[in-house]
């Protein structure tokens, strides 16, 4: 394979490669950096715009350091994953501090950096430095998995080890940035996960894949997501035109975003049922309570979960007493806080805006 697939590669490069993304031959590591976090568990087509805004707003890393996080965070709103979010700003800190605001410029101590795994480090050090490091992500495994034929499990122990092997074999080690490049653009517009193109493919010949008609069974995983449900009832509590809102802190799903006052459950609930949950029934006990609204069911799919939620909207006359990380806001003050994008559905279809001002 090292006697053709390389050069066959960047030929396929030169003439026929016509994938234009904002970020490609970049050679400033920051916005290598942001365009590769922003585009963990994030299609390019998504990314793209947040790349675009990311780097308006925050020109270089010292502005996005010294950045107030809540500003970040609404930056990032609607991107999920949110963890991605707290690490960039983590690593922004560390870059700013540890190293004058010059981003590391080797493949170790880029790696150390926070939300940096093996395939960001090795992404950044051959873009942006031209050090012979080999990314492998999803496009580059299956890539590798169909061209070698492989039938070990790709998320394997194993799997990993042979193809990471492979992987750095087939380098291009005078031009790493251009072949990395070339090898994940191959992946997502040729060796594609459906339908891929065989037919028009550079590399047919010498596929062992195709040669075995195996094309469609590879690559082979044998890890199976098990995903889980989950209720989430959110009451929105409104005393004198504020609604209530806290910061979610918790290592869960959306922490450091915003959020109602929750009740989660293990499966469906009633109105009866609802309004019997503690603190919601504490408020009842007090006069002028009442539900304003109950929202239809909603349902946000997320990678090793389903989200099933409503919203009720209950108006009291008394100050609630909902704990101290509870905050009244104004409505129109929503926009300055970021929510996750399952509660932001919501509030657009109430008509309440989000955007930044």
């Known amino acids: 394979m090292r006697s053709f697939f390389p050069k066959k590669l960047l030929a396929w490069n030169k003439k026929k490669n016509r994938r234009a993304m904002p970020w490609k031959g970049e050679k400033d590591p920051y916005k290598i950096w942001l365009s590769e976090i922003i585009l963990q568990q994030t299609r390019v087509e998504q990314g793209w715009n947040y790349y675009l805004k990311f780097i308006n707003t925050f020109p270089a890393v010292q502005q996005l350091a010294h950045a107030p996080e809540t500003k970040v965070f609404k930056l990032w709103e609607g991107l999920g994953y949110y963890s991605r979010c707290k690490n960039l700003i983590a690593a922004a800190k560390i870059i700013d501090k540890a190293y004058n605001g010059e981003f590391p410029a080797s493949y170790e101590k880029i790696l150390e950096l926070p939300g ?6 090795a992404a950044i050090a051959s873009f942006a ?7 492998v992500d999803g496009n580059v495994l299956r890539v590798l998995a169909r061209i070698s034929g492989t039938e070990i499990p790709v998320d394997s122990a194993m799997g990993k080890a042979v193809l990471n092997k492979l992987a750095f074999e087939l380098l291009d080690k005078k031009q790493p940035g251009l072949y990395n490049q070339a090898i994940m653009d191959f992946g997502a517009v040729v060796c594609k996960p459906k339908a891929p193109a065989c037919i028009q493919c550079i590399m047919q010949k010498d596929c062992m894949a195709y040669e075995l008609g195996v094309v469609e069974k590879l690559p082979v995983k044998e890890k199976k997501i098990v995903k889980k449900n989950r209720w989430l009832y959110y009451f929105i509590i409104t005393y004198k035109a504020r609604v209530y809102i806290r910061k979610r802190t918790a290592k869960d799903i959306w922490q450091n975003l915003h959020e109602f006052l929750l009740v989660e459950k293990n499966g469906p609930l009633n109105k009866k049922e609802l309004l019997l949950q503690a603190p919601v029934k504490q408020l009842f006990l007090q006069k002028g309570t009442s539900v304003t609204q109950i929202s239809r069911l909603y349902t946000h799919q997320l990678t090793h979960q389903t989200l099933h ?27 300055r806080y970021p929510f996750p994008k399952f509660m932001i559905t919501y509030l657009q279809e109430k008509n309440v805006n989000l955007s930044q001002h």
């Open 116 to 121: 940096i795994g093996p395939y960001t480090a």
């Open 309 to 335: 939620g409503q919203f009720i909207e209950i108006k009291v006359d008394h100050s609630p007493d909902l704990g101290v990380d509870f905050v009244g806001v104004p409505y129109r003050e929503l926009t």
């Open 129 to 135: 430095f031209n050090l012979p490091f080999a990314v």
